[in-house]
């Protein structure tokens, strides 16, 4: 990952150097000839990191942490799946995985093979079987019971499987309506929280607002091509949580740690929609 491979140390000095000195503060600087991406990466986290404090103020640390810590639906969302952009590269090799059974379990369906080695179609092979059946003499009457009685089990069978199947049903239909009421709940305390931190936003001053901004928005971009440079928004958050959101009292606490991560997470994926609602 680009923020996790660290950059040359005296690579990073002189850029530190360059954008740490007046007149422009590296506004102007275009020689980045012999720089890598990962010195650049390893700058921004050195200037994050060297602040008096995280870029949320520890005033508002617990406010922050608030609109999620007050709806566990999200927080258990987030644990349980991988939040990402809807705009996100995303493999599609499960639904081809799951086509190419369906298509070959239908070729299966379709035709048969007898015990001579001939393939014939399902239809036929049963045209074939009761072209066989020739009863004689005084055996009909007997393989004619035979054949009630097979038939009126066979119905019996039928009539079991097609209640099955309507519990099988409506089990699915309850299934899905559950789901369907869980995603409803579910946007709706998102869009809540959204709300939240559109109000605890204004509460920060310009400069750090303007600098969390970017930063959200620079994060979202690189989560949206995780595929590519394995920088998921779960990983960049946390990367960056200790110098985002983070309390003295606790660093050392793995519960108090998880749910700020959580709440980086929860702002660099939907940062796409809120902050329109910040500028």
């Given at each position: 990952?680009?923020?996790?491979?660290?950059?040359?140390?005296?690579?990073?000095?002189?850029?530190?150097?360059?954008?740490?000195?007046?007149?422009?503060?590296?506004?102007?600087?275009?020689?980045?000839?012999?720089?890598?991406?990962?010195?650049?990466?390893?700058?921004?986290?050195?200037?994050?990191?060297?602040?008096?404090?995280?870029?949320?103020?520890?005033?508002?640390?617990?406010?922050?942490?608030?609109?999620?810590?007050?709806?566990?639906?999200?927080?258990?969302?987030?644990?349980?799946h991988s939040v990402s952009h809807p705009n996100a590269i995303k493999d599609n090799s499960l639904s081809n995985d799951l086509n190419n059974k369906?298509?070959?379990?239908?070729?299966?369906?379709?035709?048969?093979?007898?015990?001579?080695?001939?393939?014939?179609?399902?239809?036929?092979?049963?045209?074939?079987?009761?072209?066989?059946?020739?009863?004689?003499?005084?055996?009909?009457?007997?393989?004619?019971?035979?054949?009630?009685?097979?038939?009126?089990?066979?119905?019996?069978?039928?009539?079991?499987?097609?209640?099955?199947?309507?519990?099988?049903?409506?089990?699915?239909?309850?299934?899905?309506?559950?789901?369907?009421?869980?995603?409803?709940?579910?946007?709706?305390?998102?869009?809540?929280?959204?709300?939240?931190?559109?109000?605890?936003?204004?509460?920060?001053?310009?400069?750090?607002?303007?600098?969390?901004?970017?930063?959200?928005?620079?994060?979202?971009?690189?989560?949206?091509?995780?595929?590519?440079?394995?920088?998921?928004?779960?990983?960049?958050?946390?990367?960056?949580?200790?110098?985002?959101?983070?309390?003295?009292?606790?660093?050392?606490?793995?519960?108090?740690?998880?749910?700020?991560?959580?709440?980086?997470?929860?702002?660099?994926?939907?940062?796409?929609?809120?902050?329109?609602?910040?500028?």
């Open positions: 990952g680009i923020f996790r491979i660290a950059g040359n140390s005296k690579r990073i000095k002189e850029l530190q150097y360059v954008f740490s000195h007046g007149p422009d503060y590296g506004a102007k600087f275009k020689n980045w000839d012999g720089y890598t991406v990962h010195d650049v990466a390893s700058l921004l986290r050195r200037f994050l990191n060297n602040l008096q404090e995280p870029l949320i103020p520890l005033s508002l640390y617990e406010d922050f942490r608030n609109p999620l810590k007050n709806r566990p639906r999200i927080l258990k969302h987030m644990a349980m369906e298509t070959t379990d239908q070729k299966s369906l379709a035709t048969t093979t007898i015990t001579n080695g001939t393939t014939i179609s399902a239809s036929t092979a049963v045209t074939t079987e009761k072209e066989n059946i020739q009863p004689e003499g005084h055996n009909i009457d007997k393989e004619q019971t035979i054949i009630r009685k097979d038939e009126d089990a066979f119905g019996k069978q039928n009539i079991l499987k097609e209640d099955n199947e309507d519990d099988i049903n409506e089990e699915q239909e309850l299934q899905r309506l559950k789901k369907l009421r869980h995603k409803k709940r579910l946007s709706r305390d998102i869009r809540a929280a959204l709300k939240d931190y559109e109000t605890l936003f204004v509460q920060l001053n310009n400069d750090t607002k303007q600098l969390t901004i970017y930063l959200l928005d620079l994060l979202s971009l690189f989560a949206r091509q995780s595929e590519l440079n394995l920088m998921s928004g779960r990983n960049l958050a946390a990367i960056f949580q200790p110098s985002f959101l983070s309390h003295p009292q606790h660093d050392m606490d793995p519960k108090e740690y998880e749910l700020s991560r959580f709440v980086v997470e929860f702002l660099i994926e939907y940062s796409y929609k809120l902050l329109p609602h910040l500028l």
